[in-house]
């Protein structure tokens, strides 16, 4: 059968077009893509060896064992629940089977004298000796047996497939592997050189392990394919971008850049300066800058920015600067007009806001070159916004764009233009290789004098009302006050999770029915969102209830309290983004952390942000805590999610694929090879980044 692995999954047995659906909602739709789904790493079950009762462990564990039948009653709970008890024996002694709820109309199946294979918790019984709960029962036969004995993989599901349904699925498609074969993808020399697996044993071993030990090779194989892959894809992707243009060379700071110096009212801090230094270093060198400017929320990062527009500007060039929102690029611009006064330079904003009329001038201006400083949104990528000189790209909090739009970017000049990414996430090294290619980085640390600490309380959710009658006090003073909620919609929330559209009805109804609010997350249209965020920032609206949309930098001095409600479902690093929304004036600000998850190491990972303020400090705890996988999703950077692969924590191995990747693109049939063998992953995930 040729290319097996496309046919949908209805193709295997046992899965009908109703269960079809709940697969695709795991993304799960041909049969490669059935293989493709690993399991949990941290979670196999181990039946690889079946007991006899005597031996089965009383301490709650999972096991397997084989048994007879002697009888089934149907017994009633002390709250009148009906259950069924099912008495098994074999030669050395007996157990009791307790099905609650549906799984009790199984007994019947069960008829004395039959020999069942049992998996579930044991613990110690009352009648015999052992009780079995949360029990998986199956007729021991052949097949049976097979399945069921071994190391069993655990995915992670939705609600609609049980684990079973899973594995007999992978169960099917590695049979259909193993008798149509399935193609490499890593090609041979780089196979021999780490005695990796094949890849037809590996995904066999990730699934069902033969043992621990042929688990750890597999998992080494596919951890490797994933990040050499990753390389390869991205690096194919820069030599289409970087087609050898020439680099610019600007000449040493001049007027421009001393005007806006002068214009600023206060003095660059030790940080920015050096931060400056190295970009204007750059900036005055051939080889084009491609450099990460990293600095907390609030370090000062936009005079740099500012700084460099003007370097730019007065050597004849032109540079532009995207921001992830509208209102963003709306107070770029306002920061930037008042840093560029008696420059005579002109700066324009574009966004999907902008007027037809407007947008026609702005083009215009920026093709015959008299345009030099161009602030914007995504609308910045369109295909008709064609520069005459574009020399700087600044992207600001670079983590909400993809690979590809900042490559769009960066295409609009004829020379290989400078790229300075501006962020507030202190991303890992081999992260940000991995993200942006070889960057250097510039680190701001500290923040600019004179600026008032938030003070972050945490308290559990019986405080709530309290805290709620603070809020009032506050806007009845005058100031604004975020309320941050953790999910969108109640359909989308897990339990014990205030969702942000009941927050609002609850807020509307009862505190805040005297006081405008605004209600803002992210399924909103882009234009209701500028619409919210500008009448908060205007203070028309007193109280913004919100998910974690605000997150990117708006500046709102007015805004002195923030209320976050299930803090516990959000990072360290995150939470203190979000509270970097407050404090932003010279009053005194408040962060008020809700949870009600009572738990010592939450209540102690919440206390960490009560007691730190350095961005870069949390993010090193959360990493600590979380792990690497939970805090740098790629997808938001355009590239597929690793599903193997940690970036952080298997660093050795990723510099060792990108040194591969790099020996293998520079020889052409090696690179062949590659190409076919990514195409052989038939995964999804890699296409985008191999086909652009
Ligand atoms: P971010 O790095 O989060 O983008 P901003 O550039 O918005 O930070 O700066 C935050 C605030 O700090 C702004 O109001 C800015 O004018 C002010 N600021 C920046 N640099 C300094 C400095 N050296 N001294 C005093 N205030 C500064
Ligand atoms: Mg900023």
Known sequence: MENWWQQPVTALKGIGSKRAEAFARLEIVTVGDVLNFYPRLDSYIDYSHLATIRELKTDGTRQIFEAEALRAVERYSGGGKRYAVITVKDETGYAEIF????????????????????????????????????????LCDEENLDHSV????????????????????????????????????????????????????????????????????AKKRLVYEEL???????????EHNHDGRPGIKHGRNGDTVRQVLHNLPFTLTESQQKAWADISGDMEDVKPMRRLLQGDVGSGKTVIAALALAKAAENGFQGCIMAPTGILAQQHLETLTEFFKETGISIRILTSNTKTAERRKILQELADGSLKILVGTHALLQEDVVFAHLALVVTDEQHRFGVNQRAALVNKSEYAPDVLIMTATPIPRTLALTVYGDVETSVMRGMPPGRKAVETLCYTGDMRHKIYAGMVRQIQAGRQVYVVCASIEESEAMEGIRSVTDVYAEMKKTWLKDFPCGLLHGKLKPAEKDEIMEAFAAGRLKCLITTTVIEVGVNVPNATLMIVENADRFGLAQLHQLRGRVGRGDKQSYCVLLTDNQEPDNLARLTVLHNSNDGFELAQRDLELRGAGQLFGLRQHGLPDLRLADILRDTDVLLAARKDALRVLARPELRQEMLQGAANLFDSRFAGIFNS
């Open 99 to 138: 099905l609650f709820g549906a799984q009790r109309f199984q007994a019947r199946r069960f008829k004395p004298g039959s020999r069942i294979l049992i998996t579930g918790r044991v613990k110690p019984g009352r009648n015999a000796a052992k009780a079995v709960s949360e029990a998986l029962l199956q």
């Open 150 to 217: 071994g190391i069993l993989p655990v995915y992670n599901l939705t609600e609609s497939l049980t684990q079973q349904n899973l594995r007999a699925a992978v169960r099917q498609a590695l049979q259909l592997a193993k008798e149509y074969g399935l193609p490499e993808t890593v090609p041979e020399t780089i196979r021999k050189q780490y005695g990796f697996l094949s890849r037809l044993d590996s995904v066999s071993n990730i699934h069902f392990p033969e043992s621990m030990e042929r688990f750890r090779l």
């Open 228 to 238: 050499f892959l990753l390389q390869c894809g991205l690096m194919l992707n820069r």
